[in-house]
């Protein structure tokens, strides 16, 4: 599996090489617009209003995967902050993706790990030793599946996630993307028009 070659690749771009799938929600978005992760997902599930599940993952995960969290539904919470940022940071993962809310948002940015919740809540949590929830099964966000080692591309504007089958074959057309418009942008500068070069009527 070849990593994707997080330097220049987008999020949009990813999403539209793999063929316009694996957008993640919009309203998930980076604590701060400086923040871009690329990585391996490793996929929790926990109750609504129950952070265990969580703790769990920090330690089950391995160094360089990014937590994929699904609060199934449970949105008005405050599932992570400083604390388990530190132990995540001192782990080597690679950063976190909730849908569901996070706390400590001020220290989460000025500390720089990469941190994508669907929002910010100071609504505190429950650990229920009998909660049920899984760590590196399948979830879903959203309207896409997630598995464990499917790569996690985001940056300000949104999060896709591609296949592990199909990183390479992406990786390649987002080079390709990437280079094609490059050029456009330089025609556009010598005075073409985006209805020439995209053939539109």
């Known amino acids: 599996m070849t990593e994707p070659a997080s330097e220049f690749?987008?999020?949009?771009?990813?999403?539209?090489?793999?063929?316009r799938?694996?957008?993640l929600p919009s309203a998930i978005k980076p604590l701060s617009p400086a923040m871009r992760l690329t990585a391996p997902a490793f996929p929790v599930s926990m109750p609504s209003g129950d952070n265990?599940?969580?703790?769990?993952?920090?330690?089950?995960?391995a160094p360089g995967d990014v937590l994929v969290v699904a609060a199934n539904d449970g949105f008005e919470y405050g599932y992570w902050g400083e604390i388990l940022t530190v132990a995540a940071q001192a782990r080597g993962l690679?950063?976190?993706?909730?849908?569901?809310?996070?706390?400590?948002?001020?220290?989460l940015i000025e500390?720089?790990?990469?941190?994508?919740?669907?929002?910010?809540?100071i609504r505190g949590t429950v650990k229920d030793p009998d909660g049920?929830?899984?760590?590196?099964?399948?979830?879903?966000?959203?309207?896409?599946?997630i598995n464990r080692g499917d790569w996690v591309i985001g940056d300000c504007d949104g999060l896709v996630v591609i296949p592990a089958a199909r990183?390479?074959?992406?990786?390649?057309?987002?080079?390709?993307?990437?280079?094609?418009?490059a050029g456009y942008m330089d025609r556009l500068r010598a005075g073409e028009t985006t209805l020439s070069i995209y053939h539109l009527p």
């Open 111 to 121: 500390i720089g790990w990469p941190v994508f919740s669907e929002r910010v809540c």
């Open 52 to 61: 265990l599940w969580i703790h769990r993952a920090v330690y089950a995960a």
């Open 21 to 23: 799938i694996g957008a």
């Open 132 to 145: 049920i929830g899984s760590l590196g099964e399948p979830i879903t966000v959203g309207d896409v599946t």
């Open 9 to 19: 690749i987008t999020s949009a771009t990813a999403h539209e090489a793999a063929g």
């Open 167 to 181: 990183v390479a074959e992406v990786n390649q057309r987002s080079i390709e993307r990437e280079t094609a418009e």
């Open 94 to 107: 690679a950063g976190l993706v909730i849908a569901g809310g996070v706390r400590d948002s001020e220290r």
